[in-house]
């Protein structure tokens, strides 16, 4: 059952905002911070770290030759690498790091990659001979910077892609490019942006003025700075400092600050942490009157935007009956809990959002639509497909990998496979067809599906965000764009607190049923608009006329379709 949520007075203390008994803010449980070291003073060792919480700073010391992977789907405080030589470290695909921040001081020989993890802030102290390889889509590497703050030299930055062959969990990947850093010196100092689609650069972020005096941030590194000051929250006892955008920091300040927090013991049982991180994940739910201004405000902004987004996750289909992943009963958490539910479509149907969403688009208060979701409900109510892209792809759907035509079922094409295929072959060329599903550490099954994201993310001055916890890469990453935009704007709606929640300019507590019938209304919007189209019947009468014209059932071989003509 969810939790009202009252917006806290102007004059309430830091406590009372809290809300629980731990607190969440930004989407993540306000405890202690403790150090965790999966790895140190060691050869040849290797260690994986897959159970990470959000107040853990991840520590990997004094270790040569080792390896190191932080698992993906799980929430860190920060990742620290220290006194590491030869070392290889791998942080995987969707790993939520709370501060957005890496460093990585007194390193040699070293290679680092980062797949899909939004780690805004990689600081080098000290950094020879290394390698640094970022891997995913472009939404989420656009949003890094590397830099390099002191006695830095040898190094590169290069863009990785994924070559994971059949049936294959590990990571491999293939570079594509390698950009070499200028070497840090007495007098400069750099910072490494990547941009899309495969380009990266080099600018200084301090330097010493001409006229001579001390080493000092250069405007552009105190406009990068500042910008990433919006999306790295302190952690360690000292960052204030260490993050100023005016001042130079250096390795040995990080090292006190990371030893102040060892030496702050940590109290907590297990029974409170796992308290704390029920409330991290708890749902909320906005008192009536605060729920109306803000569905207010949000219609306002709404009809003042030139080009909405709505962005859409598993929250949205829950009243379809379709469980969510990272809810108090969700997926995700019960795994955690050890236990394990099967999320199946079965029979279902649209919900009043899905619909509303469509109604909104008709109407041309919506631009384009993204959604996490693979149940197809989007393009049932009738939504166009080049108004939607279905990040993770689609159950219903299936594509011919020979000549790139899809086919909409009306049943579930999707085996789990990690080859994708589905056994049933193309009309037109007689290729294989394949699911459309990206898994963990996959990839989009054609680069055409990130490019129109991100063109539609970076045209929006605002994007609604309904029914997700914004945890996925590269998924998460897209809503934000729309604040580089003048004036841009993010809503966001859901029952849980997200890792953005402090950037929205309206956060509303409620379901996204409830949330989208208020604001129906609020549009002046009759309800009786179309909620009846399903477009499953129309599917099932293209599969069954395709079947008669090949002359099979699912499934079977058989010659093309445009054979049959011949």
């Not at 605060?290 to 207010?296: G, I, L, P």
């Not at 958490?333 to 619909?355: C, L, N, S, W």
């Not at 009759?526 to 189209?533: H, I, N, V």
């Amino acid at each position: 059952m969810a939790e009202t949520h009252e917006e806290p007075a102007a004059t309430a203390t830091k406590e009372e905002k809290k809300g629980v008994e731990y607190g969440v803010e930004g989407g993540f449980a306000q405890i202690p911070k403790r150090v965790v070291v999966p790895l140190e003073h060691c050869t040849g060792h290797m260690a994986r770290h897959s159970h990470g919480f959000s107040n853990d700073v991840v520590v990997v010391d004094d270790c040569e030759e080792g390896s190191v992977t932080v698992a993906q789907n799980q929430r860190l405080s920060m990742l620290m690498y220290t006194n590491l030589r030869k070392c290889k470290v791998y942080v995987l695909d969707s790993a939520v790091v709370v501060s957005r921040t890496c460093r990585i001081v007194n390193c040699d020989h070293c290679e680092f990659v980062f797949e899909d993890v939004d780690v805004r802030k990689v600081e080098c102290f000290n950094v020879t001979n290394c390698a640094f390889t970022f891997i995913g889509d472009e939404v989420v590497l656009e949003n890094a910077r590397v830099l390099w703050r002191e006695r830095c030299k040898d190094n590169f930055v290069r863009r990785g892609e994924m070559t994971n062959t059949v049936a294959s969990y590990a990571l491999t990947f293939k570079i594509l490019w390698s950009l070499p850093v200028p070497p840090c010196t007495a007098t400069t100092r750099w910072f490494t942006s990547l941009y899309p689609v495969m380009y990266a650069h080099n600018e200084v972020l301090a330097q010493v003025p001409e006229d001579g005096g001390e080493l000092c941030i250069t405007t552009k590194g105190a406009q990068i700075l500042t910008g990433l000051g919006t999306f790295t929250p302190p952690i360690l006892p000292d960052d204030d400092k260490l993050n100023s955008t005016l001042q130079c920091v250096t390795g040995a300040e990080v090292l006190a600050s990371l030893e102040k927090l060892r030496q702050v013991p940590f109290t907590m049982t297990e029974e409170e942490m796992s308290q704390a991180y029920d409330a991290e994940r708890a749902e909320h739910e906005d008192s009536p009157e605060v729920f109306r201004q803000k569905v207010t405000e949000v219609a306002k902004l709404l009809k003042a935007a030139n080009y909405t987004v709505v962005y859409t996750g598993a929250g949205i289909s829950t009243s379809a009956g379709i469980p969510d992943f990272r809810g108090p009963t969700g997926a995700w958490t019960m795994q955690d809990k050890g236990k394990f539910i099967v999320r199946e479509h079965g029979d279902i149907a649209p919900t009043f959002a899905h619909y509303a969403i469509t109604e909104l688009a008709r109407r041309h208060l919506i631009k384009f639509v993204m959604t996490t979701n693979m149940d197809a409900l989007h393009l049932r109510t009738g939504l166009p497909q080049h108004m939607l892209v279905e990040m993770h792809g689609c159950s219903y759907k299936e594509w011919c990998r020979g000549c790139g035509t899809t086919y909409l079922r009306p049943f579930e094409v999707s085996v789990g496979s990690r080859d994708h295929k589905t056994g049933n072959t193309c009309c037109w060329c007689g290729g294989d067809l394949l699911d459309t599903i990206v898994h963990f550490s996959d990839t989009y099954r054609t680069p055409l599906d990130p490019l129109t994201a991100m063109h539609h993310a970076r045209c929006a001055d605002l994007a609604l965000v309904l029914g997700t916890s914004m945890n996925v890469q590269g998924a998460a990453s897209y809503p934000d764009k729309a604040l580089r935009n003048d004036k841009g704007k993010l809503i966001i709606v859901n029952l849980q607190s997200t890792p953005y929640d402090m950037l929205a300019a309206v956060r509303i507590y409620a379901r996204t049923d409830v949330f989208t019938e208020a604001l129906m209304a609020e549009l002046n919007i009759d309800a009786d608009f179309d909620q009846s189209t399903d477009m499953l019947a129309l599917w099932a009468e293209r599969y069954k006329s395709e079947q008669e014209a090949q002359g099979k059932g699912k499934g079977e071989a058989d010659k093309p379709f445009w054979r049959f003509w011949a």
